[in-house]
């Protein structure tokens, strides 16, 4: 559903994500993990159509997201790490303009947005302007929208930045959800119990580059460990960690 | 078609949501707003309008004038019009946070550009819009037009404006792609330099003051020569000039309007191929991240502490902070070029005046030339305020809406909020003292005024500094603008308008309570008129209201400054 091929970003002499090839399949959580800076969100803003390659090749649902922009990104929902909001417009006028963005049928869409409020708990709040809304609500209202027009694949960047157990809960079920209803997601994160309960299949990217892949349990036969953070630490050089909290022992 | 009216909705519906605030949610904001415009555009009627009338007096040659003053109109708009486009551009194609949610979603890029084009126009132009009309309602009232001059304004008006913008923002797609976005700033700059340029290559060429004095001149040939307004065909400022004039003077119709109708709809469809072509390789590029190459110079860093050495450390790091922020955000200093153009217009105008050229035995108001000269430097010290509000608006106002959301790292720390209102005055106090001081010191060298006018002069300037400064520290405090995504836009809120208002009646009553004692200086210097025991007594009176005036100014609304930022929650 999702295909990176040799997918590479430099800014200038930097080079963020460097020939990075890995396939979503239809229907499974991919989680793309890496500590912070590794690639992870240079990697998702092309794969929205936010940032334009280097090199290398994305293609979302066969779509070649250079080539067949709108057919791509059609397929596809987007889920930022820092969503940004109309702050002026409802929660129900944002979404109006999200099925007019993907030019969604209208009475269709009007029943959809009220279902997607009432599962997200935002029927009462569709009226209000959302920078009269909290945190959690925004979060979940941008979620709404991304899955309004009923993607294929959802494309999410941090999914749990900044939510309540509740919030974080949510997303999990839903995930769930997405997946048994054949839905293919295609995560980042760096919460690792959030992947090990989630993902089918695990990428780690370490300066841009992906080091490892697989199951979890692949994973930890790879790397010879019986817990996936110490998997996680020893691949992408984590164990500096230690010497850190060394160096704070005075 | 659908597509592009939607991507129009949500600036639509924000832009109604802002202006139909109820009063009881600050709604009289609006309509004060309103009013003042009105204010202003009936004045400009009137100026305008006074102006024209003398201009069309001139015997013979008043139709050719009124011509030449409507291409000095259409140029000066055209120049501004494209710097204008430019930076909104730059904005609205480029830096706006929306572009996250359209850039994903299955929209043509060709509908993007169309939308964004409408935006551009609409928040570059609609201010040259506004100021148009009454210009071109004084020419109807003097030319008294058949009706259809009056829509023909509005067709020639529109592809006028779509002219520049489609321009602006070709240049803005070429100019992010040549330039690395990290380097933004740096095109943000060489922006403003080539506006300054134009601004003064175009007061150079056009001399507007040379329009209703055709008597300086010994030759017909040399006054025309003088007043030279660029007269080319490739001009739209001309095409459109000479689509307005043959229905004023009713003579016939103007051909050009068709050119000037097919630049206003070619260009912009010339726009969406280059948005075609290079939108999505530039707009990639300005998402990549900043780099602070100069405040991180050790040079830089060693000066800046050496500068806030002998202040308290909370005081020294707010003030480190402070400056550091202001080189790193080229929205902040950006502006600088722009107040830049307009002090360099100021000092320039100076230097214009014909004063030399006044006969040595004129006598006016009781003055001679030398009186005169003083009269005027006095009266350049309202001038020379004003600017110093104008500069203080961009920069002394936003000072505590520019901590933004980061707000609460200052109310959780141990430093109190009189602490630091202070560090934002006394921040913002030295470097427009010395901008206002230069100001006033050179406009009035040009002037060749005395030595007594030069020292009340900078002595005025000085307090009225302080009280300008202090206005805006703490107006800028009372109406905080914490979550404003453009920092531009901090000043031309209700906040920003309340200072001005309140720094022009300072300026004003300051001015007024000085007129009397400064003419009977200046009197009494230039024609040696005694000053009595009874007249020093009244000066000193005045001045010591000027003082308290402005120490007033400078300490009342700082003090509600601090109050006020205590009792945010």
Redesign the interface.
Known sequence: MVTLQGLTKAFGKFIAVDQLSLEVKNGEIYGLLGPNGAGKTTTFRMVAGLLKPTSGTILIGGYDILKNPIEAKRTMGFLPDRPFLYEKLTGMEFLDFIVGLYGMDGNLAQRRIADLLEAFELTEWGGELIESYSHGMKQRLVIASALLHQPKVIVVDEPMVGLDPKGAMLIKKLFRKMKAEGLTIFMSTHTLSVAEELCDRIGIIHEGKLIAEGTLEELKKLAHEKDFSSVFLKLTGGEDVDKTVKTLEV | M??FF?LL??AF??MR??ISIKPSEGGLQTQVILIIGLLFWVLTFFGFNFFLSHVMAVEEFGDILARKLMAMVFLTFFFFLIFSNIITALSTYFLS??L??????????ITIYYARLVETVIDSSWMIFVFAVPVLLSYGVNYHPSWTYYPWCIAVLVPFILVPASLGIMATMILVGIF?A?RLRDILALLALIFIAGIILLVRLLQPEKLINPDAFTSLVGYFNAIHVPDSVYLPSIWATDSLMPLLMKKGSASVFHILLLSGLALPILGSYLAEWLY??TF??A???KKARLTRLEIFTSLLQLLTRPFHPSFQALMEKDIRGFFRDPSQWSQIFILGSMVVLYLYNFKLLPLNRLPDNIFVFGLTKEGLQNAISFLNLALAGFVTAGVAVRFVFPSVSLEGKSFWILRSSPITMRRLLWSKFWMSFVPLLILAEGLVYLSNRFLKVNDVVMVLSLVTIFFMTFGIVGLGTGIGAIYPRF?VENVAKIATGFGGLVFMLFSIGFIAIVVYLEAGPAYRIILAQTRHFPLIPKVVARITFHFSLVLALSAACFYLPIRLGIRSLERIE
Do not use: G, M, Q, T
């Open positions: 659908r597509a939607l909705r949500p519906l924000s949501r802002r946070d929306d996250n949610i359209l850039w994903p979603s299955p929209v043509h890029i690395p990290r999505f390789a990639s590029k998402r990549e991240a979550n």
